[in-house]
């Protein structure tokens, strides 16, 4: 059974970095387009950044275009999120998720919208102090 881990969340200072990673086990998600989302309490999960299954187009929530970093490698069948200048409005549970189908979709890959998404870890907590 496939299955997705993050790890990698914790208590930074504002100003300060964290790399978030998501571990997936139980076959390979080369082929998969991959994202992450985050869920702030009392507010709606929201996309953060994916990458193409390809890997050859990042996309990137306008709060945190220019300071998180999504990547991949796929012999480690991982995927890291490197967040830098952290604000207290980044905290948050951040997920990843993994979209089986995305390259059957060509252009309508979306990779902002969550329910594309058919893979899902068990979230990291980030906490980010002022």
């Known amino acids: 059974q496939k299955q997705l881990v993050e790890s990698g969340g914790g208590l930074v200072q504002a100003g300060g970095s964290l790399r978030l990673s998501c571990a997936a086990s139980?076959?390979?998600?080369?082929?998969?387009?991959m994202g992450w989302f985050r869920q702030a309490p009392g507010k709606e999960r929201e996309f953060v950044a994916a990458?193409?299954?390809?890997?050859?187009?990042?996309y990137y929530a306008d709060s945190v275009k220019g300071r998180f970093t999504i990547s991949r490698v796929d012999a480690k069948n991982t995927v890291y999120l490197h967040m830098n200048s952290l604000k207290p409005e980044d905290t948050a549970v951040y997920y990843c998720?993994?979209?089986?189908?995305?390259?059957?979709?060509?252009?309508?890959?979306?990779?902002?919208?969550?329910?594309?998404?058919?893979?899902w870890g068990q979230g990291t907590q980030v906490t980010v102090s002022s």
């Open positions: 990458m193409s299954w390809s890997g050859g187009s990042t």
């Open positions: 998720a993994g979209d089986r189908d995305a390259r059957y979709k060509g252009a309508g890959f979306t990779p902002s919208h969550s329910n594309d998404y058919d893979y």
């Open positions: 139980g076959g390979t998600f080369s082929s998969y387009a």
